[in-house]
């Protein structure tokens, strides 16, 4: 079953839902390695798209959607989360266009779409501790899934399932991007906060097309 705008309405306010939910982790993560605000970016960024997503027309598309999580993230997150998640919901919004439902194909052109967008922006690469190490296996899961002829729910769970692994995946990394990346060897033994949040919102994907 392909997904349309109330599957994606349904991912961004469980997004909000999470992040609120994981608020204190996230920040107790950029404690450790950085400076204390991603649970703060994130959940004032997605608390602001929550109160506009209802001003969303009723014949919206999925990227509509993307594409006002996109704008309202750039301008309320801050940091070096913001434009990167700005960033990565703007690119997915353009590589799914106006097609108001998404199959599998859909599906892993958004993730790939996300992660070139933050690759491209922040220059990271897989095992400089960021979030492109949630991320990366996250779309390299979900191709492969679909290769397999897996349905869009199966394909969320696997790209979310993989960005779980990767989040875990840059404990005993250093950092080579970001705050993190000031702490040299100390950073070593923490969990990167965007790595984390990337899981959970990779998660609420998951979770909300399985429902759909
Ligand atoms: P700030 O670092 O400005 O305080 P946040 O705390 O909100 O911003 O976000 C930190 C997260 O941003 C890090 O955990 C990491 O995942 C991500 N990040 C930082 N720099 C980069 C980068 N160059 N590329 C990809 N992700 C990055
Ligand atoms: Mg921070």
Do not use: C
């Not at 994130?42 to 594409?67: I, N, Q, W, Y």
């Amino acid at each position: 079953m392909s997904l349309g705008i109330t599957w994606a309405v349904a991912w961004i306010r469980q997004s909000a839902q999470v992040v609120s939910e994981h608020r204190v982790e996230l920040i107790t993560l950029d404690r450790e390695i950085g400076d204390g605000d991603h649970g703060e970016n994130m959940e004032r960024g997605f608390s602001a798209v929550l109160t506009k997503l209802d001003d969303l027309p009723s014949e919206a598309t999925p990227g509509d959607a993307l594409k006002l999580v996109a704008t309202t993230l750039i301008s309320t997150v801050g940091g070096a989360a913001g434009p990167l998640y700005g960033t990565a919901y703007l690119k997915a919004a353009a590589a799914i266009g106006s097609a108001p439902e998404l199959d599998g194909a859909a599906i892993v052109a958004l993730l790939t779409a996300a992660r070139d967008g933050i690759v491209l922006r922040g220059k990271a690469e897989v095992g400089d501790k960021t979030m492109v190490d949630a991320w990366t296996p996250a779309v390299d899961a979900a191709a492969a899934a679909q290769a397999a002829g897996a349905s869009e729910s199966e394909i969320l769970a696997a790209a979310a399932d993989a960005a779980e692994a990767g989040a875990v995946s840059t404990e005993p990394l250093v950092a080579h991007k970001g705050r993190a990346s000031y702490l040299g060897e100390r950073a070593i033994g923490h969990r990167d906060p965007g790595a984390q949040s990337t899981a959970y919102i990779l998660r609420a994907a998951a979770d909300t097309a399985a429902e759909a």
